[in-house]
Every structure is written in structure tokens, then in C-alpha cells.
């Protein structure tokens, strides 16, 4: 069946940077967008951006515009999310998330990661 | 920017209805989507394209719109069902979503 799953919990210092995996199983990995949304603590969802990964377009929210890298490695069906300038406001639930019909991009996602806790603190 | 009206929290008895709504200017003109999350969990889509119900979600589950409004509602609501419930509609620049509704069952 259709299934993300993502890289383990990361601790960071203010100011480095973290990059987050997210490998995607059961279906074709190119036909659809992925995307990445945040929760911080105790608070609600934040879509951050979109990466097609038939040729590695982007798409990033303003807020996260210099500040995030959205990738893809086509061989390994992974696409990565890199966030740096890293302050304590960005601890939170990372989340890949597959837009859910072919050719939409940040539209609807189903299915979701398991989410990838970044914790920054100096 | 545009934004997504959801009350904090709505508490409902076994049994019962539950209604969450979500407002915003631009739901006439764009779909509206319904995630549920419990806790320590991913989110879970319920609702897609207002109404629909992907394969798997219960029945009880279902979606409708009215003018600026979309409302998830959950009928006969189970002890299962308690979380939070999140709706999110995408526009031509950017995805949003609503701050989030606690679905409490006393």
C-alpha cells in the first residue's frame, strides 16, 4: 500500500540547518507532488511548499521563501526537506504529505509520514 | 492573507451529531478538505472536494458547503472519533489551513 516514512527525530542548535527525509513506497514517485507541512508544539498545521518530483520543481510558501530546500532523489523514491537559520519558533513536527491526485500540487494530501520531531535548542 | 475560521472546540455525547464548521471568503470558489488528527498522530484525510469520502472512512463521516461556510459533520459520533479536526482549502498561491477544531466526546 501507499506509505511515507520519514527520518528520525533531529536536535539542532540555533542557527544550523536540518534536512529531513521522507521515502515513498507503493506507488509511482514521480507522478505525484509531495509536500511538507509543520506543527509546532500544541498548535496547527503550516504547509510549508511542494516539490514535483518528475523534474524537481518547487514551490515554497512566502514565510519559508531562502530559508527551505525542497529535493528529490528518483532512484531512492525520497524526497528531502532542508530548513536552515534554524531559531527555537521552528521546533516542531515536520511532515511529508502526497498530494492526492496526480498533477495537483498542494492541493490535498493523503497519504501523510509519520511526521519527523526537530527540536532546536542551544 | 487568506485564513480559515474554525471554533477551538465543540463537545458532543456518544451518540449524538457533531458539527464543525470552517469559514473563509473563498470557499465558494475553492474546494475545502477535512484531516483528522488524534493524538500523537498524522493527520488523516476524512473529507476531500467538500463531500467526498475517500475509501475506509466511516459512513458517520460527511461534508457540505454553503456559501462561505463548509461544515464537517460526524453523526452518531463515537468514543473513536475524539480529535482534532482540521480543515484546508488551496488557493492559487498558497495552501491553508484552519487553526483547528478539539472534538471532545463527554
Known amino acids: 500500500q501507499v506509505q511515507l516514512v520519514q527520518s528520525g527525530a533531529e536536535v539542532k542548535k540555533p542557527g544550523a540547518s536540518v534536512k529531513v527525509s521522507c521515502k515513498a513506497f507503493?506507488?509511482?514517485?514521480?507522478?505525484?507532488?509531495m509536500n511538507w507541512v509543520r506543527q509546532a508544539p500544541g498548535q496547527g498545521l503550516e504547509w510549508m511548499g511542494t516539490?514535483?518530483?518528475?523534474?524537481?520543481?518547487?514551490s515554497y510558501t512566502q514565510k519559508f521563501q531562502g530559508r527551505v530546500t525542497m529535493t528529490r532523489d528518483t532512484s531512492a523514491s525520497t524526497v528531502y526537506m532542508e530548513l536552515s537559520g534554524l531559531r527555537s519558533e521552528d521546533t516542531a513536527v515536520y511532515y511529508c504529505?502526497?498530494?492526492?491526485?496526480?498533477?495537483?500540487?498542494?492541493?490535498?494530501?493523503?497519504?501523510w509520514g509519520q511526521g519527523t520531531l526537530v527540536t532546536v535548542s542551544s | 492573507s487568506y485564513e480559515l475560521t474554525q471554533p477551538p472546540s465543540v463537545s458532543v455525547s456518544p451518540g449524538q451529531t457533531a458539527r464543525i464548521t470552517c469559514s473563509g471568503d473563498?470557499?465558494?470558489?475553492?474546494?475545502a478538505y477535512w484531516y483528522q488528527q488524534k493524538a500523537g498522530q498524522a493527520p488523516v484525510l476524512v473529507i476531500y472536494?467538500?463531500?467526498e469520502r475517500p475509501s475506509g472512512v466511516p459512513e458517520r463521516f460527511s461534508g457540505s458547503s454553503s456559501g462561505t461556510t463548509v461544515t464537517l459533520t460526524i453523526s452518531g459520533v463515537q468514543a473513536e472519533d475524539e480529535a482534532d479536526y482540521y480543515c484546508?482549502?488551496?488557493?492559487?498561491?498558497?495552501?491553508?489551513f484552519g487553526g483547528g477544531t478539539k472534538l471532545t466526546v463527554l
Open positions: 507503493g506507488y509511482t514517485f514521480t507522478n505525484y507532488y
Open positions: 472536494k467538500d463531500s
Open positions: 504529505a502526497r498530494d492526492r491526485i496526480t498533477g495537483n500540487a498542494g492541493v490535498c494530501f493523503d497519504p
Open positions: 516539490v514535483n518530483p518528475s523534474d524537481g520543481s518547487t
Open positions: 473563498a470557499l465558494p470558489k475553492q474546494y
Open positions: 484546508q482549502s488551496a488557493g492559487s498561491s498558497a495552501t491553508v
